[in-house]
C-alpha cells in the first residue's frame, strides 16, 4: 500500500507540470514503472477523479478535482490571509460587495469576499464557485486579459448565456461579446449592469503578477443597480485599480515566502 501510495503521488507531481498530459509509456518510463502496473495506476487515479485521459491523443491530465482540493485549502491560507486588509479597506470605501476570485486553469473561481463597512472579511460559504465569464464583470475583466480567441474558447467551454437565462443584459451573441471585451481592455476594467442578474451591478479588475503573463485572478465590487450606478461605479474606479495593485504584489510576496519556507524544510542531502 505504501508503495503503491508513493507511486501514486508521484505520477501526480509528474502530470502537474505537464499541461498537455502525457503518454502512458513516458509516464512508465519517467517514474521506473512496468507500464502495466503505470497503467492500473492511472486508471485508478482516473476512477477517484484526479487524473484523466484525453480522448484524442490518449494522454493523462491532471484533472481539475486536485486543483479543487488546493482552492479548498487556499481559502483558508495565507493568501487570504495577506488579501484581508485589502478587501476589507475597498468593502468599506465602497459599501458593497468585494470578492476575490483566482484564475484556476481554464475557470474563474471566487475564493473570498468582504462585505462593505457592515463587517470583516469572511470566505466565501461557496468557496469554489464558479464565475460565469460571458456575463459576470469578474469574468469579463478575466477574459480581457486573453486573445479573442482564448477567451472565446474558455466561453464556450461553459456556455454562452441564453436569452432568460440570465441578466436582461447578459451579451447573447459573439459580437455583443467581443464588444464588451475590447471595451474592458481599453478601460482597464469591466463592469455589468444586470448582466449575470436582474437588480444587480458590478466592475471588477484583473490582478496581475508582476513576473507573469496574463492574470493570476479578479477583484470585484458588486450591488444593487440602484445603488451601483455608472456614476458611483466610475467614482469607485480608481481605488478598485489600487487594491488589485496591492493583491498582485501580495501574491509576489506568498511566491517568495513560499520559496523560503520550502527551502527551509527540505531534507539535508
Given at each position: 500500500?505504501?508503495?503503491?501510495?508513493?507511486?501514486?503521488?508521484?505520477?501526480?507531481?509528474?502530470?502537474?507540470?505537464?499541461?498537455?498530459?502525457?503518454?502512458?509509456?513516458?509516464?512508465?518510463?519517467?517514474?521506473?514503472?512496468p507500464?502495466?502496473?503505470?497503467?492500473?495506476?492511472?486508471?485508478?487515479?482516473?476512477?477517484?477523479?484526479y487524473?484523466?485521459?484525453?480522448?484524442?491523443?490518449?494522454?493523462?491530465?491532471?484533472?481539475?478535482?486536485?486543483?479543487?482540493?488546493?482552492?479548498?485549502?487556499?481559502?483558508q491560507?495565507?493568501?487570504?490571509?495577506?488579501?484581508?486588509?485589502?478587501?476589507?479597506?475597498?468593502?468599506?470605501?465602497?459599501?458593497?460587495?468585494?470578492?476575490?476570485?483566482?484564475?484556476d486553469?481554464?475557470?474563474?473561481?471566487?475564493?473570498?469576499?468582504?462585505?462593505?463597512?457592515r463587517?470583516?472579511?469572511?470566505?466565501?460559504?461557496?468557496?469554489?464557485?464558479?464565475?460565469?465569464?460571458?456575463?459576470?464583470?469578474?469574468?469579463?475583466?478575466?477574459?480581457?486579459?486573453?486573445?479573442?480567441?482564448?477567451?472565446?474558447?474558455?466561453?464556450?467551454?461553459?456556455?454562452l448565456?441564453?436569452?432568460?437565462?440570465?441578466?436582461?443584459?447578459a451579451?447573447?451573441?459573439?459580437?455583443?461579446?467581443?464588444?464588451?471585451?475590447?471595451?474592458?481592455?481599453?478601460?482597464?476594467?469591466?463592469?455589468?449592469?444586470?448582466?449575470?442578474?436582474?437588480g444587480?451591478?458590478?466592475?471588477?479588475?484583473?490582478?496581475?503578477?508582476p513576473?507573469?503573463p496574463?492574470?493570476?485572478?479578479?477583484?470585484?465590487?458588486?450591488?444593487?443597480?440602484?445603488?451601483?450606478?455608472?456614476?458611483?461605479?466610475?467614482?469607485?474606479?480608481?481605488?478598485?485599480?489600487?487594491a488589485?495593485?496591492?493583491?498582485?504584489?501580495?501574491s509576489?510576496?506568498?511566491?517568495?515566502?513560499?520559496?523560503v519556507?520550502?527551502?527551509?524544510?527540505?531534507?539535508?542531502?
Open positions: 500500500m505504501s508503495n503503491a501510495l508513493e507511486r501514486g503521488l508521484s505520477a501526480l507531481e509528474l502530470l502537474a507540470g505537464n499541461a498537455a498530459g502525457l503518454p502512458l509509456q513516458q509516464v512508465a518510463e519517467t517514474l521506473g514503472i507500464p502495466s502496473a503505470t497503467h492500473r495506476m492511472l486508471n485508478c487515479l482516473v476512477e477517484q477523479g487524473v484523466r485521459q484525453e480522448h484524442q491523443h490518449g494522454n493523462y491530465i491532471l484533472a481539475l478535482k486536485v486543483v479543487s482540493l488546493a482552492l479548498k485549502h487556499l481559502s491560507s495565507s493568501l487570504v490571509d495577506l488579501a484581508r486588509p485589502v478587501l476589507e479597506r475597498l468593502a468599506g470605501l465602497s459599501g458593497e460587495l468585494v470578492r476575490l476570485g483566482i484564475v486553469t481554464d475557470r474563474l473561481v471566487w475564493v473570498s469576499k468582504a462585505q462593505g463597512s463587517s470583516g472579511l469572511r470566505y466565501d460559504p461557496d468557496a469554489g464557485a464558479e464565475a460565469k465569464l460571458c456575463c459576470t464583470a469578474s469574468g469579463l475583466a478575466w477574459l480581457s486579459c486573453l486573445s479573442n480567441e482564448q477567451a472565446l474558447e474558455l466561453v464556450y467551454r461553459q456556455g448565456a441564453k436569452p432568460g437565462e440570465y441578466g436582461p443584459n451579451p447573447i451573441t459573439v459580437e455583443d461579446l467581443l464588444a464588451r471585451l475590447q471595451r474592458a481592455r481599453s478601460l482597464g476594467y469591466a463592469t455589468a449592469d444586470e448582466s449575470f442578474e436582474a444587480a451591478a458590478a466592475l471588477a479588475t484583473a490582478i496581475r503578477h513576473q507573469q496574463g492574470a493570476i485572478g479578479v477583484i470585484s465590487i458588486a450591488g444593487p443597480s440602484v445603488r451601483l450606478t455608472a456614476e458611483r461605479m466610475e467614482a469607485l474606479v480608481p481605488a478598485l485599480l489600487e488589485a495593485g496591492e493583491l498582485a504584489a501580495t509576489l510576496d506568498c511566491v517568495s515566502k513560499l520559496s519556507m520550502t527551502s527551509t524544510q527540505a531534507p539535508a542531502p
